[in-house]
C-alpha cells in the first residue's frame, strides 16, 4: 500500500523560502515519477514540477527559476525547494507519484498515488 507524506509547509513572507519534502512508503520498483502541484481555493490543481527515476525534471513556467525539485537523500523521498515566494503561491500543495509518466508529468490525470497536502501561505 502505497502512502506520501509531505511535510515542510508553513508560513513565510513574500521574498522568502520554504522547501517542502515527500516521502513514499510502500514503493515496491526503482521506477517512479513524482512531482509536486498545488491549488488554490476554489481552484484546479496545478501541476509545478516533476522528476522521474532518472532525474529528469520538468516544471511549469509559472514556478521555473523558482522552484527545484529534486531527490532525497533517501529512496523515494523528493523535495521542492520554493524561493522568491509571492502571495499568489499560497496554496495546499501536495506530492504524487506513479511508476512513469514521461513529458506528461506535469498533467495531474497521470498519478496515481496523492499525499495529503501541506499549506502554504505567503504573506
Known amino acids: 500500500h502505497v502512502q506520501l507524506v509531505e511535510s515542510g509547509g508553513g508560513s513565510v513572507q513574500p521574498g522568502g523560502s520554504l522547501n517542502l519534502s515527500c516521502a513514499a512508503s510502500?514503493?515496491?520498483?526503482?521506477?517512479?515519477?513524482m512531482g509536486w502541484f498545488r491549488q488554490h481555493p476554489g481552484g484546479e490543481r496545478e501541476g509545478l514540477a516533476c522528476?522521474?527515476?532518472?532525474?529528469?525534471?520538468r516544471y511549469a513556467d509559472s514556478v521555473n527559476g523558482r522552484f527545484t525539485i529534486s531527490k532525497g537523500n533517501a529512496i523515494n523521498t523528493v523535495s521542492l525547494q520554493m524561493k522568491s515566494l509571492n502571495p499568489e503561491d499560497t496554496a495546499e500543495y501536495y506530492c504524487?507519484?506513479?511508476?512513469?509518466?514521461?513529458?506528461?508529468?506535469?498533467?495531474?490525470?497521470?498519478?496515481?498515488?496523492w499525499g495529503q497536502g501541506t499549506q502554504v501561505t505567503v504573506s
Open positions: 504524487a507519484a506513479t511508476w512513469a509518466c514521461g513529458a506528461a508529468c506535469i498533467r495531474p490525470s497521470v498519478y496515481s498515488y
Open positions: 510502500g514503493w515496491t520498483t526503482t521506477s517512479f515519477c
Open positions: 522528476i522521474d527515476s532518472d532525474g529528469t525534471t
